[in-house]
């Protein structure tokens, strides 16, 4: 009877070792492709010349907004300083470089006058209630999860391809409102 209870425990452990392998198996695939999604997103990062600009994303707008904010990492490299002279995107009529800041107790947004400067081996961070891109007269709505491209013109570097990731309309929102 002993005999037979271990054939009978040998053969379930047969039986059931393969499929809990396979198990395994499936949960490190999906792990591994969460992982490298989240990887794909972080590591979204463009070069040119001495400048890494690193995660461009923007916001998903309301039914009807005619803007959107633009925000990424620039970093530079080199020895000597750079300057982010232009934007364009077919998302929008046209891209203007902002600075929001705080006059008076009230908030304020103005273009920035002559670019704005990368310093040698300096970074610039483009964030909502800081400098940052704005899309203005928007053709279509960018949708969350989308990516959209633009063309960043820099005085030393040149030009560069980007694109950016449409993020969702509350993301790392407070300051920021380009809703209008
Ligand atoms: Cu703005």
Redesign the pocket.
Known sequence: MSHSFLIAAGTLFDRTLPRFQARLGIVALAFALVFVGAQAVLAHEFKVGDLEIEHPWSRATPAGAK?A?GYFTILNKGSAADRLLSISSDVSDKA?L?Q?GVKDGVMT?RPVDGGLEIPAGGKVALAPGGY???FIGLKRQPKQGEKFAATLTFEKAGTVSVEFAVEGMGEMGGM?D?AN
Do not use: I, S
């Open positions: 803007v904010g203007e902002h929001m947004m940052h891109l704005m920021d380009h």
